[in-house]
Nanobody
Framework: QVQLVESGGGSVQAGGSLRLSCAAS???????LGWFRQTPGKEREFVAA?????????NYADAVKGRFTISRDNTKNTMYLQMNSLKPEDTAVYYC?????????????????WGQGTQVTVSS
């Protein structure tokens, strides 16, 4: 089982920025790290994902395109999610997820391991 450690959540006013980090303990070469989010009473939804082994293979949900950006430090098995122009509707618990392979899937069922989640709160 892959251990995922998230950090960087917090509270910010609308229009502000936060950066989330996800460190994966894995020796797998071909894998994808994804971000999902969930609010009470709703299903977990896809935010963004990136293939570690494929430099340009990244996928974003329409709701965050142009505002959120994934970057990686492959030497540290760490992925970052830079969130700019945050909106109150971005408020959620954000989860990092891991799947083997190269396709940055948006489907929760395709991810094998999950982090503990980090809260992001955006006030208006």
């Amino acid at each position: 089982q892959v251990q995922l450690v998230e950090s960087g959540g917090g509270s910010v006013q609308a229009g502000g920025s936060l950066r989330l980090s996800c460190a994966a303990s894995t020796r797998t070469f071909f894998y994808v790290l994804g971000w999902f989010r969930q609010t009470p009473g709703k299903e977990r939804e896809f935010v963004a994902a990136s293939s570690v082994s494929s430099g340009s293979d990244t996928n974003y949900a329409d709701a965050v395109k142009g505002r959120f950006t994934i970057s990686r430090d492959n030497t540290k098995n760490t992925m970052y999610l830079q969130m700019n122009s945050l909106k109150p509707e971005d408020t959620a618990v954000y989860y990092c997820a891991f799947r083997r392979g190269t396709r940055p899937s948006a489907r929760t069922e395709e991810y094998n391991d999950w982090g503990q989640g980090t809260q992001v709160t955006v006030s208006s």
